[in-house]
């Protein structure tokens, strides 16, 4: 199980920590973009162009993982890993709680601890998860939020 949580009670940048591995999440003040430390390795969240629904992960030029919105008005997004796609998307319309699934199985669930906080728990099902999978889709779940908070206002 990994543990995420706002850096402080206004920040949007997250840590998280389980299984003796550590991410730092920071997102850009502007924009849906920012960098992820995973262990010391300093990677970035990209988005592709302003009214994109594609980001990646990037480490040395090189993507790592891929996530493209089907559409504009879901809450879901298609994971890319070199050869591995997962479907991440939200458990129901108005919950903030997150699933990773391939074609048959759930492989993880990201819920927040209760109802008045940002800080969450991911529960994983399979072993073959990488970290940097966990990592970014916590970032695409925190941005979720993000947007619905900036929208609420």
Not at 58 to 73: C, D, R, S, V, Y
Not at 95 to 112: E, I, V, W
């Amino acid at each position: 199980m990994y543990q995420g949580r706002s850096n402080s009670m206004f920040s949007w940048n997250f840590t998280i920590q389980g299984q003796g591995q550590h991410a730092s999440l920071e997102f850009n003040w502007l924009n849906e973009q920012g960098s992820i430390n995973i262990d010391g390795h300093d990677l970035s969240v990209v988005k592709h162009g302003m009214l994109s629904g594609f980001w990646t992960l990037e480490h040395a030029g090189e993507t790592i993982l891929a996530a493209q919105k089907p559409n504009a008005f879901s809450r879901s997004f298609e994971i890319q890993q070199s050869q591995a796609t997962w479907l991440f998307e939200a458990k129901s319309a108005f919950g903030r709680s997150f699933n990773l699934k391939d074609q048959q199985h759930t492989l993880a669930t990201m819920r927040p601890k209760h109802i008045f906080t940002r800080s969450f728990t991911v529960e994983t099902y399979a072993e073959q998860i990488p970290f940097a999978t966990i990592v970014f889709c916590s970032w695409l779940m925190i941005l979720t939020w993000r947007r619905q908070a900036n929208n609420s206002n």
